[in-house]
C-alpha cells in the first residue's frame, strides 16, 4: 500500500476535474464511478439539449439524470472533499492557507480537528477564548504527523444541504447518506439506520467480498502452481517421448545397418567365388598359350626346313594346324562371360519409410468426460438418420454365392414398410463376394421393416428390421492455427462456400478474409485493418453470390461487396439509425431473391438491401429482437438468432411472427450465445450454440433432431464455434473462434 507522505505527494492528481483541469468544486460521482465538477456536469447537459440523460466525458456511456433532471441528484463524492480539505495543509509551506475566520491567508496557520477549519495566528486566541471551544482538538501545522493527516482524511462527513450538520443516518428507500435536518424534512417516513451501523454493514459485506476474491486469487495461485508442475510434467514427458524415438530409431537404424552388413557380406562371399572362378579361367588360358607356343615354334620349323615337294606331302601335325585355324574361322569368337554385380533396394519399403513415418506422435486430454465416451456395433439392425447406413446380406446357399460371384450384376429389390420414408430408394451395392451393400437413406427416427429379393427370390434371413438412429456428425479435416500469415487464423468469423468448394473465411483478429480449397490449402487473401475501401475493422458475417463476395464489416458499420479474387467492388450502410445505415452488423445471408439480409445489432433489426445497396425493407418491430445475430431463408421461412433472447425466431417470407424456440441453459433446444445459421442437405437447421461450445441440429419446426461437439481442443470438440457452412457433398464446416481454426465434419 502507498505510505501517507507519497500518497499526499500525489494529492494532486485525485483533486483536479477531468473537464476542467482545476480542482473540484461540489465533486458529483456517476454510475460509472468517474467524478465531475457540478458547474461541468451542468455545461454537458446544457451543450447537448437532453434534460434526462447525461454521458460520461470520460468512458461515453449515458445515464438517465435522478430525480427531475436536477445533477445535484448525483451523490457527492465524499472521498474527493476529504482530499479537498486535506489539499491546504500540504501548501502551507509554499502558498500559505485562508484562515477560516478572517480568509487572510498565511503560512502560520492551525487547525480544529473539532471545527474542521483553519485559524491563523491573529485569531487563534479568539477561538481558543470561546468556552465552547475549550475541549477543542487543535494543532499547528508544523506540528502535523502521518497520523494526523489521515485523521483529517477520516473527518466525518458534512451534509452538502444542510451547511455544518454531519451525516448521521442512511436512508434505506432512497439508498444515500443524511443528516438530522434531512431525516426529518427530505425523508421523513422513510426506514433510516444510523450510519455508522450502516457502514458496518457494508463493510462487512467488502470484506466478505475480499476475502472470496483472496480466496480465488489463492485458488488461482494454486491453478498456476499446477500449471508450473504440469509444464514440468510436459517437458518431462516429452524428453521421455523424444528417449523412445531415439531409441526406436536406433534400433530401426541398427537393423537396416545389421542388413547392410548381410548384403555387404554376400556381396564379398560373390566376389570372392568370381574372382576365384576368373583366376582359374586365366590360368587355364595362360596354360593353353604355352601349348600354343610350343606348337607355333614346331610348326614354323616344319616351314623353315621342308622343301615345296616336302611341304605338298601329306603331314598329320602341319595338317592338324591348318584344320585348326579353319575351325576357328569358321566357328564363332570366344566370348569372356562377366559376372555384373546389381542393388535392387525395396521401393516400397523407402516410400513406406517417407510417408508414413516411423511412428506417429499424439497428445491427448487425460481428463475423461463421460458423455465423451461411446461404442456402437449392431449388425444389420442400426441404420443412422441423415446417413448412409450399410446393411450387409448375406446368401446363405454355397451354390448361389458362387452363381452371385460370377455374374457381372443382380438385381437387388427391397420393398420397406412402418417406414415414414419409404418413398426412398435405397442404393444397392453388389460387393461380388456373395454379400451386398444397401446404402439407406433415412430422414425420420423410428424403425423400418424390408423384404430383399435376389432376382426374384427372397434373400434367406428376410424381412428384417433397421433401426434408425440419430444422426453423427464426424471431423474428417481441420486447419488453421493462431497466426498472422498466409493460411493461419486469428479469431475466424463467418464462412462461406461457393459452386467450387472454395472456403471463404472473415478472420475478425487479422481484419481479412482468407479463400482455402475443401482440402484446408490456403488460395489468397485480402484486406487488412482500416477505414477505407477494401480494409476491414473486424470482418464479421460472410457470403457468396453471383461470382461476388459480401461481407459484414462490423466496427466500420457498413457492408463491403469484392469480387471472388478480392478486388473491391461497392459498399452500403454507414453508422446510424436511418433505414439505409447500420450500427454493429454482424451476420449476412443472400435470399431466394439475391438480395442481402443483414443481422443489424445495433438497431435491432434484420434490414434487407438490393444488390447494389438500396435499402428495401426491414423484418422485426420494436421489441421483436434484443441482439439479432444472423438471419438466413430456408422454404418461406426467415429465420433469426437472437443473442440478446438466447433463442431462435421464425418470420414468414412478409416478415410476420410464426413462433420461437428459446431457452437459456445446456440441455436439449437450450442456447447460450446462439450465433450463425446454416441449412444442411438434409433440409436440417445447424445453430451455433457458442458459447456451449457445440452445434445443434433442429428441424424447420423447432423438433430437436440432435447435437455434435463439447467444449475441447480435440478433433470433433469446439472453443467457441460462430459460423456453420455447407460444402457440394454434404460435410458441415464450423469455424472456432478461439480455438483459431476451422473444422469439417461429415
Not at 266 to 272: F, L, Q, S, T
Request: overall charge neutral.
Amino acid at each position: 500500500m502507498m505510505d501517507i507522505k507519497t500518497f499526499l505527494d500525489n494529492i494532486h492528481e485525485h483533486v483536479c476535474c477531468p473537464v476542467c483541469k482545476t480542482r473540484f468544486t461540489n465533486p458529483k460521482q456517476l454510475s460509472c464511478l468517474h467524478s465531475f465538477c457540478l458547474h461541468c456536469l451542468q455545461r454537458i447537459q446544457q451543450t447537448s439539449g437532453i434534460r434526462d440523460t447525461i454521458s460520461c466525458p470520460e468512458c461515453r456511456q449515458n445515464f438517465r439524470i435522478p430525480g427531475n433532471g436536477d445533477l445535484n441528484a448525483f451523490p457527492t463524492n465524499f472521498r474527493v472533499n476529504s482530499l479537498l480539505d486535506a489539499l491546504p495543509v500540504t501548501e502551507c509551506n509554499t502558498s500559505g492557507i485562508k484562515c477560516g475566520n478572517c480568509e487572510k491567508t498565511s503560512g502560520a496557520c492551525a487547525y480544529c480537528f473539532t471545527c474542521c477549519s483553519f485559524w491563523c495566528v491573529d485569531c487563534l486566541p479568539l477561538h481558543d477564548g470561546l468556552r465552547s471551544n475549550k475541549e477543542h482538538h487543535v494543532m499547528a501545522l508544523k506540528d502535523f504527523r502521518d497520523e494526523d493527516f489521515e485523521t483529517i482524511l477520516k473527518q466525518p462527513t458534512l451534509c452538502g444541504k444542510h451547511e455544518k450538520k454531519k451525516l448521521k443516518f442512511f436512508c434505506q428507500v432512497c439508498k444515500i447518506a443524511i443528516c438530522n435536518a434531512c431525516a426529518l424534512t427530505d425523508h421523513e417516513g422513510h426506514a433510516k439506520i444510523v450510519l455508522e451501523d450502516a457502514a458496518k454493514e457494508r463493510k462487512s459485506i467488502v470484506n466478505a467480498a475480499i476475502e472470496s476474491k483472496k480466496r480465488r486469487a489463492q485458488e488461482k495461485m494454486t491453478r498456476t502452481a499446477k500449471i508450473d508442475e504440469n509444464c514440468v510434467s510436459i517437458q518431462e514427458q516429452a524428453a521421455r517421448v523424444k528417449s523412445d524415438v531415439q531409441q526406436f530409431a536406433d534400433s530401426f537404424i541398427a537393423a537396416i545397418e545389421a542388413q547392410k552388413n548381410l548384403i555387404f557380406d554376400e556381396v564379398e562371399n560373390k566376389v570372392r567365388e568370381s574372382l576365384q572362378l576368373l583366376g582359374e579361367q586365366r590360368h587355364e588360358i595362360e596354360k593353353d598359350v604355352k601349348m600354343q607356343e610350343t606348337e607355333i615354334e614346331k610348326i614354323e620349323m616344319i616351314v623353315k626346313r621342308s622343301t615345296n615337294a616336302q611341304i605338298m606331302q601329306p603331314h598329320e601335325f602341319r595338317d592338324k594346324i591348318v584344320q585348326e585355324k579353319a575351325e576357328e574361322d569358321s566357328g564363332n569368337s570366344h566370348m569372356e562371360h562377366v559376372v555384373a554385380f546389381v542393388f535392387k533396394g525395396k521401393a516400397k519399403l523407402f516410400d513406406d519409410l517417407k510417408f508414413q513415418h516411423i511412428g506417429c506422435f499424439e497428445s491427448f486430454i487425460t481428463k475423461t468426460i463421460p458423455k465423451d465416451s461411446s461404442a456402437e456395433g449392431k449388425g444389420i439392425r442400426e441404420g443412422t438418420v441423415g446417413l448412409k447406413a450399410e446393411i450387409v446380406v448375406t446368401t446363405r446357399n454355397t451354390e448361389r454365392e458362387q452363381c452371385y460371384q460370377e455374374r457381372d450384376w443382380v438385381t437387388l429389390e427391397i420393398k420397406t414398410r412402418d417406414c415414414r420414408d419409404s418413398a426412398i430408394k435405397p442404393q444397392i451395392q453388389d460387393n461380388k463376394d456373395g454379400t451386398y451393400k444397401i446404402n439407406y437413406f433415412a430422414k425420420e427416427i423410428g424403425t423400418c421393416q424390408a423384404s430383399v429379393k435376389v432376382n426374384g427370390e427372397h434373400v434367406p434371413g428376410s424381412p428384417f428390421e433397421v433401426q434408425v438412429k440419430r444422426r453423427q456428425f464426424r471431423p474428417v479435416l481441420s486447419f488453421g492455427e493462431q497466426g498472422s500469415d498466409a493460411g493461419m487464423l486469428s479469431k475466424p468469423w463467418g464462412v462461406a462456400v461457393n459452386d467450387k468448394d472454395e472456403i471463404a473465411v472473415s478472420e475478425s483478429g487479422n481484419h481479412r478474409v482468407q479463400i482455402f480449397s475443401s482440402n484446408g490449402t490456403h488460395l489468397r487473401s485480402f484486406g487488412k485493418k482500416g477505414n477505407q475501401q477494401g480494409e476491414f475493422n473486424l470482418p464479421a458475417g460472410i457470403a457468396f453470390h453471383d461470382n461476388k463476395i459480401i461481407v459484414a464489416d462490423v466496427r466500420n458499420h457498413r457492408v463491403q461487396l469484392f469480387s471472388d479474387e478480392g478486388h473491391y467492388l461497392n459498399q452500403f450502410g454507414g453508422k446510424g439509425s436511418r433505414d439505409h445505415q447500420l450500427r454493429n452488423p454482424h451476420g449476412l445471408s443472400i435470399d431466394s431473391d439475391g438480395n442481402i439480409m443483414v443481422g443489424d445489432k445495433g438497431n435491432k433489426l434484420i434490414k434487407i438491401f438490393s444488390f447494389d445497396g438500396r435499402f428495401l425493407r426491414s423484418i422485426g418491430t420494436e421489441g421483436s429482437f434484443i441482439r439479432p445475430f444472423h438471419c438466413i431463408q430456408h422454404d418461406n421461412y426467415l429465420i433469426v438468432s437472437d443473442r440478446g433472447d438466447q433463442c431462435i425466431k421464425v418470420f414468414n417470407r412478409e416478415g410476420e411472427f410464426l413462433y420461437q424456440f428459446d431457452k437459456k441453459g445446456n440441455g436439449d433446444r437450450e442456447f447460450n450465445e446462439p450465433s450463425c445459421l446454416s441449412v444442411d442437405r438434409a433440409g436440417h437447421l445447424l445453430v451455433c450454440d457458442a458459447l456451449n461450445h457445440r452445434v445443434q441440429v433442429f428441424k424447420l419446426s423447432g423438433e430437436f433432431v440432435t447435437q455434435f461437439g463439447a467444449y475441447g481442443i480435440r478433433a470433433g470438440e469446439f472453443n467457441v464455434p460462430v459460423s456453420t457452412a455447407v460444402l457440394s457433398d454434404g460435410k458441415v464446416i464450423v469455424t472456432e473462434f478461439a480455438k483459431h481454426r476451422v473444422q469439417i465434419f461429415e
